[in-house]
């Protein structure tokens, strides 16, 4: 998300002044000098995420940026939500949860769907940062709670609040619990008239996927791999897609159809070096390599 002009370029050198900051000594870790003259001359904008950063060094709230300018088009809590959504793909967890702390208070996320999905996020940092499953099952359920006491006829949000529970109960391997979670979540999701993020579904069939491999129930495990792959195809998406072929791939291994799963394993490897996800290509090589050995 890229900010507007509105006269971000004289607010943010009139605080980088006021702390005494040389361009050099803000810009260090965040951006290049050039970059920041660049802002504060308003040649360019800031991303929101990096923005976060200048007020984290300013030492001044993110909001204070939104409610000097009255004339910003953008709305202070969709900032916010791209910002956790931004570390969320880097699985930056404490980033999140600093963002949660300085928020849960605020008056601007008192509207129950923002509540929501703070308390949605809070959840999923006390499984990753603290390992507290519990207290994540608790703080989960009543995000979905507070919006459907009944937990019936869930919306897309709940459905993703609901998918975060089952991914929990898949990383504290108690994956019977998972695959009842993700059943659940696909039921809610195939009754709604529209779905607007599909990538919501895909989640969903790839943990259902992953649970019943782990319980060696492999048919069933092909079963949602399948079905993920051609919703992958029909909605033109990558996400997921390499996943789902190594998930393929791997259940056929696992059946003892080994030429079979290789084609799959493979054409896992294709798309990522397609993709240039060189990092991930690295680690599914040992992966793919491990598994064939078995």
Known sequence: ???EKYLFGEILQSFRQYKNLTVEELAEGICTVDELISFEKE????TIDVLYKFSKKLDM???YFFDIASKTTVHYPNAVIQLIEKFKRDRNYEAISNII???EDSPLFTQKSLKQYLMWHQGICYHHLDGDSDKAFDTLSKAIALTNPKRVSLTEREIEILTSIGLIFYDTKNYR????????ALNNI???PHVLNMKGKLRILFGLSQAYTKLDMYEESLSYCYKGLNLCINEELLYLLNEFHYQIGHNYVQMGEVEKGKHYLDECLHLLTLEKKTKLLSIMESE???LLKS
């Open 1 to 3: 998300m890229k900010l």
């Open 43 to 46: 040649r360019s904008y800031p």
């Open 61 to 63: 709230e993110l909001t």
């Open 101 to 103: 702390q300085q928020e």
């Open 177 to 184: 619990s998972a695959v009842t979670i993700f059943l659940e």
């Open 190 to 192: 195939e009754n709604l």
């Open 288 to 290: 793919i390599a491990k």
